[in-house]
């Protein structure tokens, strides 16, 4: 039985910003799944696109891995000899309870937790890499970066997936997919004083951009091969081949 995340219920006089704390950890499932649409529906894809890309002898990167959501979905699907994944988070919390959670399902394959800042991360022989909401919690001046050493290190023939919270340029579509985006949290249960604080202590953290801003990026980066292959409401992902 997941943890009911109550984190904001109450007023908290000085809010600050996010972080991934033992307080989120511990509510995170239920907080992700009724904060993110469409975030069961990008995790078990997420493995269907492993068992597609995965490469004998190889390794895949899940950068900004949380609880290990993304890692149980690949590693359920990798068929393929030698492939092992790894996994990274900067948060001590999520780190700890990532560990755990993998260790109560059983598999042969090999996987490596690490608690780091993903920017230091080499990338070497990857069939794949997964950003799951995670790029957008980078300062807009590193993700470049990040983007070009991704490519740099996956294979020919491998996947980048992108998953993000998108803005839009359109000055009618922005604030209506964000009041739906709103309509979906008070739908799943959420106080207008939860959405409110959550917001607050999220705004000056969570640097949003556009699907073309996106684009550009992993077109930088060297890639060829990108599109858009989910999206609900504000929310979606990209992959991008090599």
Known sequence: MQNRDKLFAAPIQNLGDWTFDEKVAEVFPDMIQRSVPG???IISMIGMLAKRFTKANSTVYDLGCSLGAVTLSIRRNIQVNNCKIIAVDNSPAMV????RHLTLFRSDIDVAVYEADIRDIKITNASMVVLNFTLQFLPPKDRQQLLNSIYQGLIPGGI???SEKFSFADKQINPLLFEMHLDFKRANGYSELE???????????MLTDT???HKQRIQQAGFTHIDTWFQCVNFGSLIAIK
């Open 195 to 205: 959405i409110s604080q959550k917001r607050s202590m999220l705004e000056n953290v």
């Open 39 to 41: 975030y069961s529906t």
């Open 211 to 213: 699907i073309d801003i």
């Open 96 to 99: 700890e309870r990532c560990k």
């Open 160 to 162: 980048l997936v992108l």
